[in-house]
């Protein structure tokens, strides 16, 4: 604890006393019923994140709209009837001496272009939405909350009504600076009112809203310079969440630093009276230092949760290198955000789906081969031993991790050494699990060892063609250079352009090299393996280093003269390089595979060399599933 020692002082919010200073950001898991009330599974869900050690959980995008369900699984505070329901939270949530915090939006306006809600609003529609608002604060109260965060950053309702670009109204909540903070002052009059001085209001903003001529830093602290005395925690972050460029600087990829939104909460710190917490990309030991060096009074977080649903108790502790990294992959914001499907986590496996491995331990030790110490074999090892049973894992190389050291070799995917350092150290200093390094296991050694369940994990063979230059050195594979193997010249062209050879143009072109792109698919379907939110900031950081990205073509062949290339069309031409990296993929080896198959009842491929394989998400997943069956 005594590294953490900031983060665990208690905090006084308004009347509520705060056990530490870490709060669980709100996002929507898409897990409440489509009654937009409690499920079972939306339940476990946010038990977990209670257990997490955090001192407050906030339950996501509630919405306060009196209006007919959409059917999307999130919650509703706008009805009476929803009161049982948010009581069953707030109640899950108190069991594990949290604090429980709810955030209100209006669901129905988050949705429609700002220029229409600001400007062909009547008044009296203004002052209705207000009005709901309350009322749900109110049921907020009822329900057994402590305390209620108004949504006005990210481009909602408040957020729409400050903006001087979009507001252009010339009743009171218009107009001149005093009228477009007007919406955001009686919203906060009305939301005190409601929660009779027992709620603190903690009220999420947006620092700056990033675009030319939308809202400015300066603009925001001016904005909140009024209405600070109204609200007892500034919650900060930035954008807007219907610009679809912006959102990775709302969900911070691992390509940009964590804590991006730091220095704009120290300076509303520092220019305001009112207590400053900070969301974007931190962990715990980012939030130590932020909280010590005064920059903050607190710090938000979701993602680092999510990844390990113990983080914050495990660092009270005194077990913090016992926490599983996140890798700001943002597959779990991108399943919610973008698909609007139920959230998962590509290294916590059981998030989301709590209800359905409710089992533990297994009704009997079984003893378990695992071949292969990927991070699929890795996760494997782990989750039998977990369940009581005893683990062999056999591992051809004299190292573990699989080709995910590859994929760890870049200066900016640090972060995925972390989680892959983790990963083997979890295991490593695991007594039910014996490593056997330097051993490629043969049938021979399978039949006599007599394991009770065999799980295959010996991953997938990378898709190399032959060219008429493949034996110069001028043709190369992707994972040769990103572990530094093999050197390659100024003129680098790249085939393949999924997130691997993304990653690797993005590195090389970072060091100077000329790089373009070449790839069969067309530019909507380009960086397979990516996230959508991850992906958008990969191609702006690709267009600002120069890359060229060219689509819908393949390679003929690569001799001394270049790369020769046909589009869909049929048309050729000859790319000249010095460089020529395969970054084609992988696909399963029948030869590596063939000799162990039924070998023992039962086996399970996971990972890579089964058809559920090409990602840390897949690879993690299935090796979840299949030994939670053993």
Wanted: glycine fraction near 10%; aromatic fraction near 6%; charged fraction near 25%.
């Amino acid at each position: 604890m005594t590294e953490y020692a900031d983060v665990f002082k208690p905090i006084r919010i308004g009347p509520i006393l705060l056990k530490n200073r870490i709060g669980v950001a709100p996002a929507a898991p898409f897990l409440a019923s489509h009654t937009k009330g409690v499920s079972p599974e939306f339940y476990a869900y946010t038990e977990n994140l209670a257990r997490s050690g955090a001192a407050l959980i906030t339950l996501g995008v509630t919405d306060v709209g009196p209006g007919v369900n959409t059917g999307a699984r999130t919650m509703s505070a706008g009805n009476d009837l929803y009161l049982p329901d948010l009581g069953e939270i707030a109640d899950c949530i108190h069991i594990h001496d949290a604090a429980a915090g709810i955030e209100l939006v209006y669901s129905r306006y988050m949705l429609m272009p700002a220029d229409k809600v600001v400007n062909q609003t009547s008044t009296e529609e203004v002052e209705a939405i207000i009005d709901c608002f309350a009322q749900a604060a109110g049921r907020a109260r009822r329900a057994g909350f402590d305390v209620v965060m108004i949504h006005g950053g990210h481009g909602n309702v408040p957020a729409m009504f400050f903006n001087e670009k979009i507001n252009k109204r010339s009743d009171r909540f218009g107009g001149s600076f005093e009228g477009r903070c007007r919406f955001g002052v009686e919203l906060l009059d009305a939301v005190r009112k409601a929660v009779e001085g027992k709620l603190a209001i903690e009220y999420r903003i947006s620092a700056e809203e990033i675009l030319p001529g939308m809202t400015t830093i300066e603009q925001t602290l001016d904005y909140a310079r009024v209405i600070q005395h109204q609200i007892d925690l500034l919650h900060v972050s930035r954008g807007m969440l219907e610009v679809t460029e912006l959102l990775p600087y709302i969900n911070v990829p691992l390509y940009l630093p964590r804590g991006i939104n730091l220095p704009y909460a120290a300076r509303f710190k520092r220019e305001l009276e009112v207590p400053i917490t900070v969301v974007g990309g931190f962990d715990l030991t980012l939030a130590q230092q932020a909280i010590a060096a005064g920059e903050v009074d607190m710090v938000s977080m979701i993602r680092t949760v999510l990844a390990d649903t113990d983080c914050v108790e495990k660092a009270r502790l005194g077990m913090g290198k016992k926490i599983r990294p996140c890798i700001r992959c943002n597959t779990c914001i991108d399943r919610t955000h973008t698909d609007r499907v139920a959230i998962q986590c590509a290294v916590n496996p059981i998030l989301g789906r709590e209800t359905r491995f409710e089992k533990g331990m297994a009704t009997r030790p079984k003893r378990v081969a695992i071949i292969g110490g990927g991070v699929a074999g890795l996760e494997a090892a782990r989750v039998c031993a977990r369940r009581g049973h005893i683990v062999d894992l056999y591992e051809k190389q004299d190292r573990l991790g699989g080709l995910f050291n590859m994929a760890c070799s870049a200066k900016f995917k640090q972060e995925l050494r972390t989680y892959l350092d983790w990963s083997i150290q979890d295991v490593e200093l695991n007594n039910d699990i014996s490593i056997h390094l330097n051993t490629e296991i043969t049938p021979e050694q399978i039949r006599s060892i007599k394991p009770d369940a065999l799980v295959i994990a010996v991953g997938a063979k990378a898709i190399t063609p032959r060219f008429s230059a493949s034996d110069s050195g001028k043709v190369v594979w992707v994972g040769d250079v990103e572990c530094g193997y093999k050197p390659v010249g100024d003129t680098v062209l790249i085939a393949g352009a999924g997130v691997t050879g993304l990653e690797c143009a993005l590195e090389l072109s970072n060091a100077g090299k000329k790089v373009t792109l070449v790839d069969l698919l067309p530019r909507a379907q380009i960086g397979v393996g990516g996230t959508t939110i991850n992906l958008i900031l990969l191609f702006d950081l690709l267009k600002d280093n120069g890359v060229e990205l060219i689509c819908q073509s393949r390679v003929l062949d690569i001799d001394d003269n270049g790369v020769l290339i046909e589009s869909t069309d049929g048309t050729q031409k000859i790319l000249p390089c010095d460089t020529a990296i395969l970054s084609l993929g992988f696909k399963p080896d029948p030869e590596a595979l063939s000799p162990l198959m039924g070998l023992i009842e039962p086996t399970y491929l996971i990972g890579d060399c089964s058809p559920r394989g090409g990602t840390l998400h897949r690879a993690t997943r299935s090796a979840f599933e299949k030994c939670m069956q053993i």
